[in-house]
């Protein structure tokens, strides 16, 4: 590993299931930010989503396998082992068991709408850089939203994102503090694929999806169900 160690992307989410749209996002932000590898950080449950639905762990886990195939992007179910209840304390996990690397948290418009919500969100943005990436329909509330009308100070100017992959805040380290609290805006021709509407339109589709013998991406451990509900 280099000396100081990869730029690596976080996008958590329950990737039930995972598709298409996660895939696209994910590689224009590892494009548009300079980053080695994006994570998928596939949650074992969220609190601010229903339970009614929610395929298993594994099933879900396999889901986002197969969207990543052939990519930089790394799967990972690394937040049931940690065993946090919260994303901030997920992220502060990470960062200690990575200590080499930098991370960039990642989220749609439509996570920033209420991030406000989320356990000590100010404290995800002190801990990371935070990119926000369009969604259709939800960039009007992204906007107008707590989180959004604190954030903004720390906006980062559409040049600028150069020299986040191709200068200082890259090599120096994005985790650094000088360089956090920051966020991006990334804006592309958004797709209006949804896991909703996926499941809407197929209900059974984590029956088809085999889900057994699965080792962890990144961890290298198995992935298995867990009964433990995860929160924002």
Known sequence: MA???????????????????????????????????????????????????????????ASARRAARTSPIRVTAIEAELGTRYTVDTLKGIVRRYPRNRFIWLMGSDNLAQFHRWRDWRGIARLMPIAVIARPGYDAGAMASPAMVWLRRWRRRHGQDHRFANGSLARDGIGARRSIPAL???????????????????????????AGSLRDMLTKHPVRQTLRKGRS
């Open 3 to 61: 000396r100081h160690g990869k730029t690596i992307g976080l996008l958590g989410g329950s990737f039930n299931p995972a598709h298409g749209a996660h895939r696209r996002i994910s590689l224009h932000a590892l494009a548009a930010l300079g980053l080695d590898e994006v994570w998928w950080l596939v949650s074992p449950g969220n609190v601010l989503k229903p339970a009614e639905g929610m395929a298993s762990l594994p099933a879900r886990y």
């Open 184 to 210: 991006f805006q990334l804006r592309f021709d958004p797709d209006p694929l949804s896991a909703t509407a996926i499941r809407a339109a197929d209900p059974d589709w984590h029956r088809r999806i085999p």
